[in-house]
C-alpha cells in the first residue's frame, strides 16, 4: 500500500516517514494547501479535510491534525494550536503558565485516510507536562517545552522513543490496526 501524507508541516511528515517504514506502509510527502475548518474537534477537522482533498481528486491519501491541550488552561490552545504556535510561540505559552504549579498537559492526533474513497479514521494522545523553560533543538512545534518523562523534552529525545510514545505514534498504530481489519 502506498499514501500520500498531505502536510504543510516537515516535522510531521519525517515522522509518519519513519513509523510507516516500521509498518511496511510507503508513503510520499507531499504539500498541498486545502481548507482547514474551524472547529471544536480535531476529528471534525480532519473529516471536512479528506472530504475537501476528495473532491479535489485526490486519493490514497493520509492528512493529520493535532495539538496541544493544557489543562490549567482548560486545554487551550487545543484546535487553535496551530495559530498558537504562529503567533506567541513557545515563549508565550511559557509566559501564559508563568507561576502555575498544575503543568499538566497532552498532545492529541487525528489522522485520516483516504483508501480507494474510503475514509479511515485513528486517533491518539500523549500525556506529559509543560516544562518550565524550552530546551532541545531536535523536533518541531511545541517538542522543546513538552515532556513525558519530567526531564527530557520532545526536542532532546530520538524521533523514534518520541514515536513509540508520542500522540501521532498512537494514532498510527490504531490506524495501522484499521487498515488491516479493512484490508482482510
Ligand atoms: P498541517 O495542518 O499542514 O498538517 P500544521 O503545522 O498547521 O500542519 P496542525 O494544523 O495540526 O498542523 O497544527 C498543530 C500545531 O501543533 C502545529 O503548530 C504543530 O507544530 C503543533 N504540533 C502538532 N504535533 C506536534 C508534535 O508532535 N510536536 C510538537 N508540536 C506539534
Redesign the pocket.
Known amino acids: 500500500m502506498r499514501l500520500n501524507v498531505?502536510?504543510?508541516?516537515q516535522?510531521?511528515a519525517v515522522?509518519f516517514k519513519a513509523a510507516f517504514k516500521d509498518l511496511g506502509i510507503s508513503v510520499s510527502h507531499i504539500?498541498i494547501p486545502y481548507d482547514?475548518i474551524q472547529a471544536d474537534t480535531?476529528e471534525e477537522?480532519v473529516r471536512a479535510g479528506v472530504a475537501a482533498l476528495r473532491a479535489e481528486g485526490q486519493s490514497n491519501f493520509l492528512?493529520?491534525?493535532?495539538?496541544?491541550f493544557i489543562d490549567s488552561l482548560g486545554g487551550f490552545p487545543g484546535v487553535y494550536?496551530?495559530y498558537?504556535?504562529?503567533t506567541l510561540g513557545n515563549a508565550g505559552v511559557l509566559k501564559l503558565l508563568h507561576g502555575t504549579r498544575d503543568r499538566g498537559a497532552e498532545?492529541r492526533?487525528c489522522v485520516g485516510c483516504d483508501v480507494d474513497g474510503k475514509t479511515v479514521m485513528a486517533s491518539g494522545s500523549c500525556r506529559g507536562t509543560i516544562l518550565e523553560n524550552a530546551s532541545g533543538s531536535g523536533?518541531?512545534?511545541?517538542?522543546p517545552i513538552?515532556t513525558v518523562d519530567g526531564v527530557k523534552s520532545?526536542a532532546e529525545i530520538p524521533m523514534a522513543l518520541?514515536n513509540s510514545v508520542?500522540?501521532?505514534g498512537a494514532a498510527i498504530a490504531n490506524l495501522a490496526g484499521e487498515l488491516r481489519k479493512m484490508l482482510r
Request: proline share 0%; aromatic share 14%; glycine share 12%.
Open positions: 498531505i502536510t504543510s508541516n516535522g510531521k515522522e504539500s482547514e480535531l477537522v492528512i493529520d491534525d493535532s495539538g496541544l494550536s496551530s498558537v504556535q504562529k498532545f492526533c523536533g518541531f512545534g511545541f517538542d513538552f520532545f518520541k508520542s500522540h501521532r
